[in-house]
C-alpha cells in the first residue's frame, strides 16, 4: 500500500502538546484477526463428487442356507474371494469379490482358446505358428518362474535343461523308433537326472555365482553337442523324430492342432504353478525370503530342502517340455542353447514380473509378439525388446504386473503429505512431534503464535514503518500497536537489544543469549549515532525475522 492512500491516523495525545507528539500520520485499514483464523481453519482438501472409494459390485447374501465354496483341488484355495459382510446402511447381508484375479484369468484363457477362430486368413499361418510358440515358452517361462520366484534359485541352466531333453529324446525317437508319446516322459526323467545335478551346487552358491555356473553350463551343454555327430552336428540339429501331427490333414488342421496342444502344455504348466507354490512348498519359501532364511531355521523350517524339491520338480517340468518340443517339431535345433534364446527367456520373465503366474505368461506374449509376428522388423524388433526391458527396470519395481502395487504404495505417500499438510493447522507443528509432545498445550500455543505471525504480516507495510520511525513511543496506531505488543512479548531468547558503544554518540546492535553468564551476540557492525535510530533499527529488524518466519 502506497504512502497517499488516503487514510490518517490522528493522534488522540497531541492536544496535550507534547514536545514529540504529531498530529496525524498516513495509516492503512483495519484488518481483523478473524480473516486469518478463518483462512487457517478452512479445509483445503480437494473433494470429488463421488468419492474416491473403489468400486466393488455388492452380491446378495446367501442367507441362512449353506454356502458351498469352489476351491481349487487339490488345495483348499477358494476360487473366489467373497467375504460376507452386513451393510450399515441398506439393512442387509452382501457378499464382495475381492480378488479378481480368477476372473480375469479364465477371460485371458478363453480368449486364447477362441483366437484361432478370428485370425485373418493372410496372418493365419503366422499367427497360429506365433501362438503355438507362445504355449511352449510360456509353459517354459512359467516352471522357470517356480525356480527364480518360488524357490529363490537365479538359475540359468532352463534351457540346457530343455535343450538336454529334447535332444536326448530325439536321438532315442530316432535311432529306436519311439513313438511320439513316450517321448514327453522320457524328457521328464532326463529333465529330472539333469535338474538333481544342478541342484547340489544350489546348496552352496547363491546369486551371482551360482548364476555364471549355470550360464557355463548352457555354454557347455551347447558345444557339446554342437560338436557331436550323433546329435546332428553337420545338420544343424536332429531331426527325423516322430510327431503327433497327422502328415494327412491339412496346413490349417496341422496349425490348429499344435496350437491347442501347446495350449494345453500351457494349461498343465499353470496348473503345476497352482500346486506348487500354492502348497506347503510355496508357503515354506515365501516364509523364508532373501537374507531371512535363520529366521526360518530358527522356526523348525528346512527351506534348503524345499527349495532343492521345487528346484527338482521344476527341472522335470522343463525335461517334459523338451520332450513335447521334440513330438511337436520332429527335432530339435542347436540354437535352443544359444546365449540369445537364454536373453529372450529372462526378458518373459522381467517384463511381466517375477514371482507371478500371469506375469510369466503375459511377458511372454509381449516377447513373442515381436519375435515371431513382428520378424520382417529384422534386428529392430530385438532392439525394441531391449528397450521395453530396460525401461521395465529402470522405472517398475516387479514388472508390469506390479503397476498397481507400485502406483497405489506412490498415491498412499500423496496422500500421507497431503493429510500431514493439513494435519498441521497451518504449519506450526508435523503431526509426528505433535504425537511425540506429553504436554498438548504446546501445540496450541504454538498454533495461536503461528495465526498471530500470519496476521501481523498482514500489517507490515510502509505506512506502519515511517510511522513507527516518526513516533518512537507514545500512542500508536492500531496495526503499530499489535506488532510491538508482539516484539515485547517474545522470550528471552535471541531478542533483540542495544548496546552503547561510545557514551551519546554510538549505539549498536546486540543480541541476547537468554543464559545467565552467557555475554550477547553483536548481529551487525553498524554504528547508530543516536537512541532513537538504534531502536528504529531494532524495529526493522524484528519485522524481517516476522515475515522470514
Known amino acids: 500500500m502506497s504512502l497517499d492512500s488516503g487514510i490518517k491516523w490522528r493522534n488522540p495525545l497531541f492536544v496535550w502538546g507534547g514536545k514529540r507528539d504529531v498530529e496525524e500520520l498516513p495509516t492503512i485499514p483495519f484488518r481483523s484477526h478473524q480473516e486469518v483464523w478463518e483462512k487457517t481453519r478452512q479445509s483445503r482438501t480437494k473433494l470429488n463428487p463421488v468419492g474416491r472409494l473403489r468400486y466393488y459390485y455388492k452380491w446378495p447374501s446367501h442367507g441362512g442356507t449353506m454356502w458351498n465354496r469352489l476351491r481349487y483341488w487339490p488345495t483348499r484355495r477358494r476360487v473366489l474371494r467373497m467375504p460376507g459382510d452386513y451393510n450399515a446402511k441398506t439393512l442387509r447381508a452382501e457378499k464382495t469379490?475381492?480378488?479378481?484375479?480368477?476372473?480375469?484369468?479364465?477371460?485371458?484363457?478363453l480368449a486364447l482358446a477362441i483366437a484361432p477362430l478370428f485370425t485373418p486368413g493372410d496372418l493365419q499361418n503366422t499367427l497360429l505358428t506365433a501362438g503355438a510358440t507362445f504355449g511352449i515358452y510360456s509353459a517354459i517361462s512359467l516352471c522357470w518362474m517356480l525356480i527364480m520366484g518360488t524357490a529363490g534359485v537365479f538359475s540359468l541352466a532352463t534351457y540346457a535343461v530343455i535343450g538336454t531333453a529334447a535332444f536326448v529324446t530325439a536321438l532315442l525317437a530316432v535311432k529306436f523308433a519311439m513313438p511320439w508319446w513316450l517321448l514327453p516322459p522320457i524328457g521328464a526323467l532326463v529333465g529330472l537326472v539333469f535338474g538333481g545335478l544342478i541342484a547340489l551346487p544350489a546348496t552352496r552358491l547363491d546369486g551371482f555365482y551360482y548364476a555364471l555356473l549355470t550360464l557355463g553350463l548352457n555354454e557347455l551343454c551347447r558345444v557339446y553337442f554342437v560338436t557331436s555327430k550323433e546329435f546332428g552336428s553337420a545338420n544343424g540339429g536332429l531331426y527325423g523324430a516322430r510327431t503327433y501331427i497327422p502328415e494327412d490333414w491339412s496346413q490349417l488342421g496341422q496349425l490348429l492342432l499344435a496350437y491347442y496342444a501347446c495350449f494345453g502344455l500351457m494349461l498343465l504348466a499353470l496348473l503345476l504353478y497352482r500346486f506348487v507354490n500354492g502348497r506347503r512348498l510355496g508357503r515354506i519359501l515365501r516364509m523364508a525370503p532373501e537374507k531371512r532364511e535363520a529366521f526360518a531355521e530358527a522356526t523348525g523350517v528346512n527351506f534348503r530342502q524345499a527349495r532343492v524339491w521345487v528346484f527338482l520338480i521344476s527341472s522335470a517340468a522343463l525335461g517334459f517340455i523338451g520332450g513335447f518340443y521334440t513330438s511337436n517339431f520332429g527335432?530339435?535345433?542347436?540354437?535352443?542353447?544359444?546365449?540369445?534364446?537364454?536373453?529372450?527367456?529372462?526378458?518373459?520373465?522381467?517384463?511381466?514380473?517375477?514371482?507371478?503366474?500371469?506375469?510369466?505368461v503375459v511377458g511372454t506374449l509381449i516377447v513373442v509378439f515381436f519375435d515371431q509376428v513382428l520378424n520382417t522388423w529384422g534386428p529392430a524388433r530385438f532392439m525394441i525388446i531391449g528397450l521395453i526391458m530396460l525401461l521395465v527396470v529402470l522405472y517398475l519395481r516387479n514388472g508390469l504386473f506390479g503397476i498397481k502395487a507400485q502406483f497405489r504404495a506412490w498415491r498412499d505417500k500423496k496422500k500421507s503429505e497431503r493429510r500431514s499438510t493439513r494435519a498441521e493447522k497451518g504449519g506450526e507443528m508435523l503431526p509426528e512431534e505433535a504425537t511425540e509432545t506429553q504436554d498438548k498445550s504446546v501445540i496450541y500455543q504454538r498454533r495461536h503464535d503461528k495465526m498471530t505471525r500470519d496476521h501481523l504480516k498482514t500489517l507490515v507495510s510502509p505506512e506502519i514503518i515511517e510511522e513507527h520511525r516518526h513516533s518512537l513511543n507514545g500512542q500508536h496506531s492500531e496495526a503499530l500497536e499489535r506488532l510491538l505488543i508482539y516484539f515485547r512479548t517474545r522470550p528471552q531468547v535471541e531478542k533483540y537489544a542495544i548496546i552503547t558503544v561510545e557514551r551519546f554518540e554510538g549505539y549498536r546492535i546486540v543480541a541476547l543469549s537468554g543464559h545467565r553468564g552467557v555475554?550477547?551476540?553483536?548481529?551487525?557492525?553498524?554504528?547508530?549515532?543516536?537512541?532513537?535510530?538504534?531502536?528504529?533499527?531494532?524495529?526493522?529488524?524484528?519485522?524481517?525475522?516476522?515475515?522470514?518466519?
Open 519 to 549: 555475554a550477547p551476540r553483536v548481529v551487525e557492525d553498524r554504528i547508530y549515532s543516536t537512541p532513537d535510530e538504534a531502536c528504529h533499527g531494532v524495529f526493522m529488524r524484528r519485522v524481517q525475522d516476522l515475515l522470514e518466519s
Open 331 to 360: 527335432g530339435v535345433a542347436f540354437s535352443i542353447f544359444n546365449f540369445d534364446t537364454v536373453l529372450l527367456g529372462l526378458a518373459m520373465l522381467v517384463i511381466g514380473g517375477v514371482g507371478r503366474a500371469e506375469g510369466a
Open 97 to 109: 469379490i475381492v480378488d479378481k484375479r480368477p476372473i480375469w484369468w479364465m477371460l485371458g484363457l
